[in-house]
């Protein structure tokens, strides 16, 4: 694995891999098993019990090999979208006790094999249904600890929750935070008529877009068509009142 100094290592992270290629172990680290433990050790870049605030683009080099990778109690933030990319072989992802607030369904694309995901104790209020979808293999998902918002745009978390419960750990502590009125109510208690008004209401962009497309247009048709219409009348009530015009004309001339 070459020569590892000091805390920035590109490798300071929980790695499990089968086996380590080599019994070189980072200088901070403890390495026993095919494991590389590296937390606590208040680096800025990675592992748990540390300072991380971001994982940017191509945050790891390609690792074939690495089953579980753990960030729990740290400052992360932010996720770029292209920050796992390389790590296919992921098993195990741990997010827990962080700050995250939003999560985008590229940033897992690249893990088709990871089986369970811990996403507790952040700052997350919804959860989009596409974060979920990118992972086929996902077994195991934790989401308690949330501020979830349960208003209409809870809907897709919630659909995608009713139809694989099995694979959601702790359910009863996915509880909403807001509204007041439904603090510590759980996500899954939900049924489809609490969302009835939601899929009322709910556009699509596409309808939107038409809106926006078909409303001006009607206006201008309307004003078109009241124009004809009008110009249309004047026309016929100036053409039946000219052959009167016209017959007295000849009634004065012929007295």
């Not at 590389?36 to 300072?51: I, P, T």
């Not at 359910?171 to 208690?189: F, H």
């Not at 009008?230 to 007295?255: A, D, I, K, Q």
């Amino acid at each position: 694995m070459g020569c590892w100094r000091g805390p920035s290592t590109l490798l300071t992270f929980l790695l499990l891999l089968h086996p380590l290629p080599s019994p070189a172990c980072p200088a901070t680290c403890r390495c026993s098993s095919g494991k590389a433990d590296c937390s606590r050790h208040a680096l800025l870049e990675w592992l748990g019990y540390n300072f991380i605030t971001v994982l940017g683009p191509h945050s790891f080099p390609p690792l074939p090999g690495l089953l579980v990778l753990s960030l729990p109690h740290n400052h992360l933030m932010l996720i770029h979208s292209q920050a796992l990319v390389g790590l296919g072989a992921l098993r195990e992802l741990d997010l827990s006790n962080n700050y995250l607030t939003v999560l985008t369904p590229e940033t897992f694309l690249p893990l088709v094999r990871l089986a369970t995901l811990n996403l507790s104790s952040n700052k997350l209020k919804e959860l989009e249904p596409g974060v979920l979808s990118a992972l086929p293999q996902l077994r195991a998902l934790l989401l308690q600890d949330n501020p979830w918002v349960c208003s209409c745009g809870i809907l897709p978390l919630w659909r995608w929750l009713s139809h694989n419960r099995e694979k959601v750990q702790e359910k009863s502590s996915v509880l909403c935070k807001v509204p007041e009125q439904l603090n510590k109510y759980p996500i899954m208690a939900f049924r489809n008529e609490s969302f009835r008004q939601c899929q009322e209401i709910s556009l699509s962009a596409q309808h939107y877009i038409a809106f926006l497309t078909i409303g001006p247009f009607s206006f201008m048709a309307s004003i078109f068509f009241c124009t004809f219409m009008g110009s249309t009348t004047v026309v016929y009530h100036n053409l039946r009142r000219e052959p009167h015009f016209w017959r007295r004309s000849r009634v004065c001339r012929g007295h």
